[in-house]
Every structure is written in structure tokens, then in C-alpha cells.
């Protein structure tokens, strides 16, 4: 019997190939990134053109003719203004940052008390990294610590108590409130966010109706309403005789308005979510917390990661509304300042908001740096 002889097998090797072309280095980058097309040439030229203009000025504004040490206004200021400086002179301020920069971190926190504030910062900061750590052990136990037990250790570090003097909150200012006003937001708004997001979906119809009404009514007005009916209208629900501090005010309302949001977020992963999946965990018999803990949740919080995010940037950026209350955050601290007599000058107000501007982008930054780290981390379903 004659054998068939099979065609699409290759009975030689192939010859040897050329090596690839280098597409790593960062000629190739460019090659690929800014001169693939002449609309890419035309549209890099024209932005080195644009940073050509600007970049010179800039940096002449911001480092070589600028002020950089002094403790008053005549160090920022022309002779003509009654200053030191040039007639012609025009630099930036930064003598201004340096000598009020202990009350932008601290607001008006007692200088001899500081010592609690940077123990609080180092308490967070040595907590927050193993969580923020993919493969640190204990992740249980870490965010026990972070988002249950270090709350309360802060709040008598800075406020006082186990004798430890009293620091009342309108003291407090600058740096320190509008982190505090972030890390509280952030670690109320996404359990929140999630329950309220549930309870949207929820087939019983109390439940369904309280947690829509909520997120219409708060998403429905500013922030600085929300904040304004906290400090106005909160206290007029207690008993007589009770009060609420204003800083706890701010607090609340940042932390429910922010929920709002996140609810919805929340919930469009949700809605991301195959039906099969619940399908699949009823049938292995899991309960339904169960599923949302194990199956759901996992799931829907990956897919919707930028938008959580983007939800904490948003809120960190507006505590600088609760000076509406009487409370000064970074911004407000810095504004405050532009009105001291001993710092009244042309260059002082912008170098302040440049400096306030560039500490919110170093944080909002770290935070999209970040999550675009988690986003690759967790993108395990189409890897190869």
C-alpha cells in the first residue's frame, strides 16, 4: 500500500534570519511615539516650538531670579516697592514658602506639640506601605491596624488625652487638615460607597429606595452645600445642650458626599459583572454575602479601579472647600498668608498658589501613579 505523502511538514530547516531591529531604545521610542506620521512630526514640532517659548521663562522665573531666603516682604520686592531688589527684577517668592512653611504643614499648631503631629505622619506612613505592597503578608491584620486602630491612636495624639495636653481643632490648619480630611474620606466613602451601591441593587424596596434617594440628593448638590448644611444644619438635630465640633462636621459631610459618588462607581462594576458569575457561586451553594465577598466584589472593584481613584483625587482636591467653616487646609492656610502685612508683594500671592498647586499635584500624581500600578498588577485575565 503506497503511503500519501504529507506536504505542509518541512523536511529542512529554515534559514537564519536577520536580527530584529533594536525597538527598545529611545530612538526607536521616538520613532514610534512622536515621527510615525507626518501629522506626528507636525504636531512634535510644534509643541518643542511652544516649550521652547515658555520653558526659558519659566524656569528664569521660578529658579534663577527668584528669592530664596529672607523673613519679610523686602526680599521679594523692587526698590521701587520699598524692597532690595532690582527695578527690573521678577523672580519668584520662595522666601515666602520658606519662612511660613512650618504653618502650611501645621496651620496654627502649637509649635511645642509638633513633635505629635510627625509621629502621627510616621504611625500612617508605616502602616499604609505594607498595604499598599501587593505581596506583603498580613494584609488582614495591616488594615485592621490602618483603617481601625490607627484612627483612634490619632485622634488622641492630636487632639489629646492619656495625658497629653488638648489641641482644639480650629488650631489646626495647612497640610495636616486636608490629609486628615482625605485619609478619613477615602476610608469611609469606599465601605460606604459599596453598601449603598448593594442596597441600589437590592430587590427589597425600602432598602432600594432609602440608598437611591441618598445618592440622587447628595450627587444632586455642591459640595459646599454639603458642607454649609453640616455646619448650619447638623446641630440643629441634637438635644439641647449638644454640640459638634466643626472639624467633625467637615468630616461627616466629605465622607457622605464622597460615599455618593463612590456608590455610583461601584455600582457600574457591578453591572459589569456577567449573571453567570452569581449563577456559578449558587450553584456551589454559597450564600449570598458570600458570593458578593468572594466572587462579585473581586471583580467589580478590579474593573473599576480608575474610577475610584479618580474619586479620590476629586475628593482630595475639594478639602480645600471646608474653609467655608471656618477650617483652613493647605490652600486656605496659603491664602491666608497673602494677607500679613509683612508679606505684602507682587510676587508673593502667585508664588504661594504655585507652591499650594504643585503639593496637591505631588499627591493627586502619586495617586494615578499608583493606580496605574494596581491596574497592571491585577490585569491577570488577558495575559498570555
Not at 184 to 205: E, H
Request: with cysteine; aromatic share 12%; charged share 15%.
Amino acid at each position: 500500500m503506497a503511503t500519501r505523502k504529507i506536504t505542509f511538514v518541512r523536511d529542512s530547516m529554515l534559514p537564519p534570519q536577520p536580527a530584529p531591529q533594536a525597538s527598545g531604545n529611545s530612538a526607536a521610542w521616538v520613532r514610534a511615539n512622536l515621527l510615525a506620521t507626518p501629522k506626528d512630526v507636525v504636531m512634535t514640532l510644534l509643541a518643542l516650538a511652544l516649550l521652547a517659548y515658555m520653558l526659558p521663562g519659566m524656569i528664569n522665573w521660578l529658579f534663577i531670579e527668584a528669592s530664596w531666603f529672607g523673613s519679610d516682604r523686602s526680599v521679594c520686592a523692587t526698590i521701587a516697592q520699598g524692597g532690595i531688589q532690582p527695578n527690573g527684577w521678577h523672580g519668584a517668592c520662595w522666601a515666602f514658602v520658606e519662612d511660613r512653611f512650618a504653618q502650611f504643614v501645621f496651620g496654627r499648631y502649637p509649635l511645642e506639640e509638633r513633635w505629635r503631629v510627625l509621629l502621627t505622619l510616621a504611625l500612617f506612613v508605616a502602616l499604609l506601605i505594607p498595604v499598599l505592597m501587593p505581596k506583603a503578608p498580613r494584609k488582614g491584620l495591616n488594615a485592621l491596624l490602618l483603617f481601625v486602630v490607627f484612627p483612634v491612636v490619632a485622634f488622641f495624639l492630636l487632639h489629646g488625652g492619656f495625658g497629653l495636653s488638648e489641641v482644639e481643632t480650629p488650631l489646626w490648619g495647612g497640610l495636616m487638615v486636608t490629609l486628615i480630611l482625605s485619609f478619613v474620606g477615602i476610608a469611609v466613602s469606599l465601605p460606604l460607597g459599596i453598601l449603598l451601591a448593594l442596597g441600589r441593587r437590592s430587590k427589597m424596596p425600602v432598602i432600594k429606595t432609602i440608598c437611591v434617594v441618598f445618592i440622587e440628593v447628595i450627587r444632586g448638590v455642591p459640595l459646599i452645600t454639603v458642607l454649609f448644611m453640616a455646619n448650619v444644619m447638623l446641630p440643629l438635630f441634637l438635644p439641647t445642650g449638644w454640640t459638634i465640633d466643626n472639624f467633625l462636621r467637615a468630616l461627616v459631610g466629605v465622607a457622605l458626599f464622597a460615599s455618593a459618588y463612590m456608590a455610583e462607581v461601584i455600582r457600574g462594576g457591578l453591572q459589569a459583572i456577567p449573571k453567570g458569575q452569581t449563577e456559578g457561586a449558587e450553584s456551589l451553594g454559597l450564600s449570598y454575602w458570600q458570593t458578593i465577598r468572594l466572587i462579585i466584589l473581586p471583580q467589580a472593584i478590579k474593573l473599576v479601579i480608575p474610577g475610584i481613584v479618580n474619586t479620590f483625587i476629586g475628593l482630595f482636591k475639594d478639602t480645600s472647600l471646608v474653609s467655608i467653616i471656618g477650617m483652613f487646609d493647605l490652600l486656605g492656610i496659603v491664602q491666608l498668608n497673602f494677607r500679613d502685612s509683612a508679606w505684602i508683594a507682587p510676587a508673593v500671592p502667585i508664588t504661594g498658589l504655585v507652591f499650594a498647586g504643585f503639593m496637591f499635584w505631588i499627591f493627586c500624581f502619586g495617586m494615578s501613579r499608583y493606580s496605574a500600578f494596581m491596574e497592571r498588577h491585577l490585569d491577570t485575565g488577558h495575559k498570555r
